[in-house]
């Protein structure tokens, strides 16, 4: 029984550990994955990439991200239907052949707002 405790302990000692050193995803990506998911629920033809939401470094020192809070927040607190309607599903699939084609320093159209 001892051993299983122990054994317990040392594993959320491993899970927790790098979310406490700073070594977990950051709150933007967080909030990028969860609209992504909404998206890909509500929008029929939206699929999202596994990297879609990891934040990059530009040239500039910046750190860049697909979606900004913003945007991820509006998206999550909207409903499918409303989504599809006011064409965010478009604008977001336009967002991400930007991000996935690398286009750095180009206007990105508003995804939410």
Do not use: Y
Not at 45 to 74: I, K, M, Y
Not at 81 to 98: F, I, P
Request: aromatic share 4%; net charge negative.
């Amino acid at each position: 029984m001892r051993s299983w405790i122990s054994a317990r302990r040392i594993l959320c000692v491993l899970l927790l550990a790098p979310l406490v050193l700073g070594m977990g995803i950051s709150e933007q990506e967080f909030l990028c994955e969860n609209a992504a998911a909404h998206l890909e629920e509500c929008c029929p033809s939206f699929s999202a990439t596994p990297a879609l939401c990891r934040q990059n470094v530009g040239c500039n020192g910046d750190e860049e991200l697909w979606l900004t809070a913003d945007e991820s927040r509006c998206i999550q607190d909207r409903e499918c239907g409303d989504l599809v309607a006011s064409n965010v599903c478009e604008q977001a699939a336009t967002r991400m052949k930007l991000a996935e084609g690398g286009s750095t320093g180009v206007a990105r159209p508003v995804v939410c707002q």
